[in-house]
């Protein structure tokens, strides 16, 4: 990755237009070929610096639901409870975290039922209690992250 | 409720934008539907905030961000708002978040702090903690060791037509 994908990245992290030739305007606000602009993005997509490059939903607004939980996973026990909680096709992102509490995820389902069903299903497969932490409030969101 | 239009729309381009020189009309090929229209659909639901942005969704380490921190606080409720207001305009803050205490575990206020390095990450959580005078509360520290999964939500038909 070098500076003028840096300045992509950082570019496309603020949005990206929605108007007949996007690609253009951003490539001319960075000083580039629209061309050298699809290939630098396509690189990026395929060797994995980015994951996605599209619209991220408002997951209330799409009727879906979302929560983040925890599970006190015994260290014995780790990687097996791993396997069973990524299994879940509910579970978006999953992370070991340094606590008592050391495995974190996200569970995003299409309603907010199906919330309670995934936890009652991970708590029956894993025999672990799952700690619900539903967001009361957002105060702050910003993903963007200077390349 | 979501226009099936929309929903369409929606729906094909929930993985990922078409990387060519139109990439709208590219959508609108797949979808049966000209152009204009999903230029106009789709600025409409962005201005109606069902879709939050549109633009890369990055691997944070692979920027180089390797040490992520989630760092809790117990706070009196009636100090929530003003706290997380505060925490929110830190650059370094990249979520912040009221959720609700659990038994044996007290903390109300999370916010996320990523950066290239532990010892960073917690040069700038004693930044925040002074800042905003919050070091009379109880607070953890997690950080993640390993990252097992990410990827974004995905939406099927029923998903979205429940909103």
């Known amino acids: 990755m070098d500076d003028i994908d840096k300045k992509i990245i950082n570019a496309l992290q603020d949005g990206f237009p929605i108007c007949d030739a996007p690609y253009r305007q951003v490539a001319m606000q960075l000083g580039l070929l629209e061309q050298e602009l699809i290939n630098r993005l396509k690189a990026l997509l395929d060797n994995g610096t980015l994951t996605r490059f599209g619209p991220l939903?408002?997951?209330?607004?799409?009727?879906?639901?979302?929560?983040?939980?925890?599970?006190?996973?015994?260290?014995?026990?780790?990687?097996?409870?791993?396997?069973?909680?990524?299994?879940?096709?509910?579970?978006?992102h999953n992370y070991a975290r340094s606590h008592e509490l050391n495995m974190w995820f996200v569970i995003a389902t299409e309603t907010p039922e199906q919330i309670q069903q995934t936890i009652d299903a991970i708590e029956q497969q894993t025999g672990l209690t799952v700690y619900n932490m539903p967001k009361n409030q957002e105060y702050f969101v910003n993903l963007k992250l200077e390349a | 409720m979501i226009e099936a239009r929309d929903r369409q729309l929606l729906e094909h381009i929930q993985l990922g934008l078409p990387v060519c020189s139109k990439p709208y009309a590219e959508i609108g090929r797949l979808c049966d539907m000209p152009e204009?229209?999903?230029?106009?659909?789709?600025?409409?639901?962005?201005?109606?905030?069902?879709?939050?942005?549109?633009?890369?969704?990055?691997?944070?380490?692979?920027?180089?961000?390797?040490?992520?921190?989630?760092?809790?606080w117990n706070v009196p409720d009636n100090l929530i708002k003003q706290l997380g207001g505060h925490i929110g305009?830190?650059?370094?803050?990249?979520?912040?978040?009221?959720?609700?205490?659990?038994?044996?575990?007290?903390?109300?206020?999370?916010?996320?702090?990523?950066?290239?390095?532990?010892?960073?990450?917690?040069?700038?959580?004693?930044?925040?903690?002074?800042?905003?005078?919050?070091?009379?509360?109880?607070?953890?520290?997690?950080?993640?060791?390993?990252?097992?999964?990410?990827?974004?939500?995905?939406?099927?038909?029923?998903?979205?037509?429940h909103g």
């Open chain 1, 57 to 92: 939903y408002n997951a209330e607004q799409m009727g879906g639901a979302l929560t983040l939980a925890a599970v006190k996973a015994p260290e014995q026990r780790f990687d097996e409870i791993t396997d069973i909680i990524n299994a879940f096709p509910e579970v978006a």
């Open chain 2, 36 to 72: 204009t229209e999903v230029i106009e659909r789709l600025t409409q639901l962005k201005q109606q905030g069902l879709i939050k942005r549109m633009g890369v969704i990055v691997k944070h380490r692979q920027l180089g961000y390797r040490a992520n921190a989630m760092v809790v």
């Open chain 2, 89 to 161: 305009q830190f650059p370094f803050v990249t979520l912040c978040y009221q959720r609700p205490r659990q038994p044996e575990w007290p903390y109300n206020l999370y916010c996320m702090i990523h950066g290239k390095d532990k010892a960073t990450v917690l040069k700038q959580l004693e930044q925040l903690v002074d800042a905003c005078s919050l070091s009379s509360f109880d607070q953890e520290i997690l950080f993640s060791n390993r990252c097992f999964k990410q990827r974004g939500a995905v939406y099927k038909n029923t998903a979205v037509t």
